[in-house]
């Protein structure tokens, strides 16, 4: 009613009514989906405008929070790139649609165009706030549909459980099945414990240097399969003789004691022996 | 109306004296031993004939109880109406079912059950080599009690059950071969025939009942002399349409000669001397009504007197025995249609030569049968020739009834013919030209009668044999081809028959004629008739038949006795070939009647499939054909039904815009 | 300001909406064209509670959003059960009522 209404008014209907048309006409789904959210904004910010505060909100956090999210989602599972085809397989389809689209807008339009209103107003009252007359009216005149409409959403839950679930086609596989399955391939090379988590045997941090088991050999899992099937796995000498040389390069002036005899390179040949 | 003519001259009464009483008992007998025959079924083969016969004997004694208890009355109160019982009382139509003893019934009865009951002797032989015989007995029983039901009847209705029961009997007679094709389409053509004759009857049912109230003979008779010429004739010539299905004549007559594919005892009883009679029974019954109506009686004259020509012409071209005597048949009964035509002068012979005829021609009929048997069941005259050697009760028999039929002095025959063809000399109502035509006619039909019976005689009796008597001779008396021959008398049960009714040929005419008894035996059922002067002398008319009669006998001697007779039908001339198709009568019927008939019902067939069914399969069809378009409104794309949802939508705010505003 | 401009609007946007509705296959749009549809009742319903100053629009406006909220987890949910089976998000493959 005011001028700040009705620049927003006509800044943002011809916009929704763009949306919509986008709508109507967007090729990808997700596009389509983007223009409904936009419209449903759009339509909040009117509520708003409309003295219906409370509204507003909850159009914004349920519908275009809540089922427009929905309806994303729903787009990921049934395909994102899914596009349609905009060729009309029913023949005639597109013009009756235009038509009827078309007359209904006319009609509707018609009919809102020749009735006479009374003047507006207006809902904003100083004495409670919008939400609370709403909550008046709601628990007061329409508690019993208030209630039903709660039964509404329940059920609706539970209906897209149950058609969602699916059936389980094979047996549940528990821990007794995994189990004997293990049992089962150890003949042909399966391991009966899990994997140990990944470091515990690391020796550094490379992704080509396999891990020491507890006897000092080499395991080959803990080397990329395909870095073992290229080649690129490193043989513990090699890893040794690296480090050696670069703790050579940064040798600390220090004195030797024992414990730097213990470091003797013979004890890597016995290693290096032992590896052979 | 009236000419010359008294009305009944017996009151009919309904106090029923007690040997009358007996009435339904000869009603009773036969129709009680069908019933036992057809029910008793194949247990009473061994002596279901003997039942037969026993029935119809019984009827026959009751008859003569009748007639005795008539004679005993005076001729003025010789009519009884016995109740029997209520019938329908169905308001205005109440008909109650009894019994009119009259001279005129009990005639009939008398005929009716002594000829009968010499048929049934004659079939116990006849039909001895058959399985069926039993059956035969039955139905032969039921035809008696319908035909005496017939002649028994008080009311037009009661006569028409009758009617239909010897219709029914007829039908079941002739196709009592039925494994026989032809037999069974036979049968069926005489009962359809008969049909459309008692579409006649129906219809003059239905005018008494509208116009007198009632169909028992005495409200009839009663009235039918004050009601309109127009009520009359109409009823009067349904009646008559009647007759000539019953009795064969034109136009109805084409069934007699396929009749005689039923056994020969049938063809004696039924379609010679009783049920192709009821025809002459029913004009003369209906006398006050054909009174009432003079065009209708000229009608019948016409109709007799057709008929009578027609019957000649075709009886000189047949070689079949049995169809050469139906021919016959049918041409003596238009002599009786003719004379029943002729008004009251005209009754009492044409009763009394049916009286005659049916002795004679059943007598003739039997010798046929008889000639059969002994020629293993071969019908062809011109495979006879020379039996009388070998079949000598039967030549006589056989002959005496040939004179009888030629009108031949003393023979009975002549006493009926002549009085009939004098009497059709008479001009009736002073028009002298109904004299002279149908007299001629009767006369020229005499002669005729003469020519073809003789032949019938000759080829059979007379002259060389025509078949193989297996002798082997080479002396040309005789074919030696074709199946050997033994032909050979029949047994006396057959015999016996035929012996009484050559006697009854010989001495019945005379004896009847005598002091005119008959006649006046009939008076109070035909009125007393005042002697009319015909035309031409009598004692002149007696002369003139007499040559003619000659002249047929002469001219058949010398071509069927003096030349030889050719085993093979020889081309003949173009009325003689038209006479062997009986006058085309088939194809006029086929035609005439049947094709159009055809066609209507195929049309009518047609149209009910096409138009009536086709309506509603064609709209069934529509229904399905709308249905298939508009399924395909059914895409099954979600988006599709969207549309027509958004779309309703619209039209649906649009109204509500245009109710509203 | 007129506020029959806003009630014009949703009608916009209600109508760009139901179009989306008929005209867009993948059935995730379909459905954001539902939503567009809700929210632009909202907004009617919001114009028109401040036009007579009665909250009783908001709070419809409230279980409008409340009950598209529950709609959209289930619709969402049948899509994914669907899409799990077909591998096709489409509306136009569940034609099986086809004639």
């Known amino acids: 009613m005011s001028t700040g209404e009705d620049v927003l008014f006509w800044v943002l209907a011809p916009l929704m009514v763009l949306a919509a048309l986008g709508l109507l006409f967007a090729r990808k789904a997700v596009h389509a989906a983007v223009c409904v959210v936009f419209v449903m904004i759009s339509l909040a910010v009117m509520y708003i405008a409309q003295d219906a505060p409370f509204l507003g909100v909850v159009q914004i956090v349920v519908y275009t929070g809540a089922v427009m999210m929905l309806f994303l989602f729903v787009l990921m599972l049934v395909g994102v790139d899914a596009s349609d085809s905009l060729v009309e397989t029913i023949r005639g389809q597109r013009w009756i649609g235009v038509l009827l689209g078309l007359g209904l807008g006319a009609v509707l339009g018609g009919v809102v165009a020749q009735a006479t209103f009374p003047p507006a107003v207006g809902l904003a009252s100083p004495d409670e706030e919008n939400p609370v007359t709403l909550a008046r009216v709601l628990f007061g005149d329409y508690v019993f549909a208030m209630e039903v409409v709660g039964v509404l959403l329940v059920t609706a839950a539970v209906a897209a459980l149950v058609l969602t679930h699916r059936r389980s086609l094979e047996p549940r596989v528990g821990q007794k099945e995994t189990a004997d399955a293990k049992v089962a391939a150890l003949p042909s090379g399966g391991r009966l414990t899990p994997l140990p988590a990944p470091g515990v045997y690391a020796r550094n941090n490379a992704m080509d240097t396999p891990a020491l088991d507890a006897s000092g050999r080499p395991i080959p899992e803990s ?52 590896e052979a | 109306m009236l000419q010359g003519a008294q009305l009944l001259a017996a009151e009919v009464s309904t106090d029923v004296p007690s040997p009358i009483g007996l009435a339904p008992l000869v009603i009773l007998l036969p129709l009680v031993g069908a019933a036992v025959l057809l029910l008793a079924g194949r247990r009473s083969d061994r002596w279901g004939h003997w039942l037969g016969l026993a029935a119809s004997v019984g009827a026959f004694v009751v008859g003569v109880v009748l007639l005795v208890g008539l004679l005993g009355q005076d001729a003025e109160a010789r009519a009884y109406d016995q109740h029997l019982f209520d019938w329908i009382p169905a308001g205005t139509l109440d008909v109650s079912a009894g019994l009119r003893v009259d001279p005129l019934s009990v005639t009939f009865v008398l005929l009716v059950t002594f000829v009968g009951s010499l048929i049934h002797l004659y079939s116990v032989a006849y039909m001895e080599h058959d399985d069926d015989r039993r059956r035969f007995f039955a139905y032969l029983n039921l035809f008696v009690a319908a035909m005496l039901v017939l002649v028994l009847a008080d009311s037009y209705l009661l006569l028409f059950v009758g009617w239909e029961g010897v219709g029914l009997a007829s039908y079941l007679l002739i196709g009592f071969w039925y494994r026989e094709r032809k037999n069974a389409v036979a049968a069926k053509k005489a009962f359809i025939m008969n049909r459309v004759g008692d579409i006649g009857l129906i219809v003059a049912l239905m005018l008494m009942l509208a116009n007198f109230g009632g169909v028992d003979f005495a409200t009839v008779h009663a009235q039918a ?210 004299a002279w035509v149908f007299g001629t006619v ?201 549309a027509t949802m958004l779309g309703g939508l619209i039209v649906i705010v649009v109204v509500a815009l245009a109710l509203a505003s | 300001m007129e506020l029959t401009h806003y009630v014009v609007l949703s009608c916009i946007l209600f109508a760009i909406g139901a179009t989306t509705v008929l005209l867009r296959r993948n059935a ?65 493959d569940a034609n099986l009522l086809k004639n």
Request: charged share 15%.
């Open chain 1, 223 to 274: 080397v990329s399969r395909i870095l073992r099937i290229r080649g690129q796995e490193r043989s513990a000498t090699a890893i040794l003789a690296a480090e050696h040389e670069v703790l050579a390069d940064h040798e600390p002036t220090r004195h030797r004691d024992r414990r730097d005899d213990d470091a003797h390179p013979d004890r890597v040949t016995r290693t290096t022996d032992e």
């Open chain 2, 225 to 434: 002399p004050a009601a309109s010429t127009g009520i009359t004739t109409a009823i009067g010539l349904m009646l008559l349409l009647a007759a000539c299905g019953k009795s064969a004549q034109v136009p109805l007559q084409a069934w007699l000669g396929d009749a005689m594919a039923g056994p020969t005892p049938v063809s004696a009883l039924i379609h010679a001397a009783t049920m192709v009679t009821a025809g002459v029974y029913l004009v003369v019954r209906s006398a006050p009504v054909f009174e009432a109506a003079p065009d209708a009686q000229l009608v019948v004259v016409i109709v007799g007197a057709v008929t009578l020509v027609f019957g000649a012409i075709v009886g000189s071209a047949k070689d079949d025995i049995k169809k050469a005597l139906a021919a016959s048949t049918m041409s003596q009964i238009g002599y009786m249609i003719l004379a029943a035509g002729l008004g009251p002068i005209g009754y009492a012979f044409a009763i009394f030569h049916l009286v005659t005829h049916g002795f004679f021609k059943a007598g003739l009929f039997l010798g046929a049968g008889s000639v059969m048997h002994g020629m293993d069941d071969q019908v062809d005259m011109r495979r006879f020739g020379g039996l009388s050697r070998y079949m000598k009760v039967t030549f006589v028999t056989f002959g005496l009834g040939w004179l009888a039929i030629l009108g031949v002095p003393p023979f009975s025959g002549f006493w009926s013919k002549d009085k009939i063809i004098e009497a059709a000399f008479v001009p009736v109502d002073g028009q002298e030209w109904r």
């Open chain 2, 442 to 642: 009767a006369l020229v039909g005499a002669g005729i009668t003469a020519y073809y019976m003789s032949r019938l005689f000759f080829m059979t009796f007379t002259g060389r044999r025509r078949w193989n008597d297996g002798s082997g001779s080479l002396d040309g008396t005789g074919p030696q081809d074709g199946p050997v021959r033994h032909p050979h008398e029949s047994p006396a049960l057959m015999t016996a028959p035929m012996v009484v009714l050559a006697v009854g040929s010989v001495a019945l005419g005379g004896l009847l004629a005598w002091g005119d008894t008959f006649v006046t035996w009939l008076e109070p059922v035909t009125g007393h008739a005042e002697h009319g002067e015909p035309v031409l002398p009598a004692w002149l008319l007696i002369v003139l038949t007499l040559v003619l009669v000659l002249a047929g006998i002469a001219l058949a001697w010398r071509q069927y006795t003096v030349q030889a007779v050719p085993v093979v039908a020889p081309h003949g001339n173009a009325l003689t070939r038209a006479a062997r198709r009986d006058l085309y009568q088939d194809d006029v019927n086929e035609n005439l009647v049947m094709l159009p008939g055809q066609v209507v019902t195929r049309t009518l067939v047609h149209a009910d499939r096409e138009v009536v069914d086709g309506a509603w399969t064609g709209l069934a069809g529509t229904l399905g054909l709308l249905g298939d378009r508009w399924r395909r409104a059914q895409t099954g794309y979600v988006r599709s039904y969207a």
């Open chain 3, 28 to 92: 995730i749009i379909v459905f954001m064209g539902v939503e567009l549809m809700l929210n632009a009742a909202n907004l009617a319903f919001v114009t028109f509670a401040r036009m007579h100053g009665d909250p009783h629009g908001q709070v419809i406006a409230f279980f409008v959003m409340t009950v598209a909220a529950a709609e959209v987890v289930v619709g969402l949910a049948i899509i994914v059960a669907i899409f799990r089976t077909r591998r096709t998000a489409s509306v136009d």
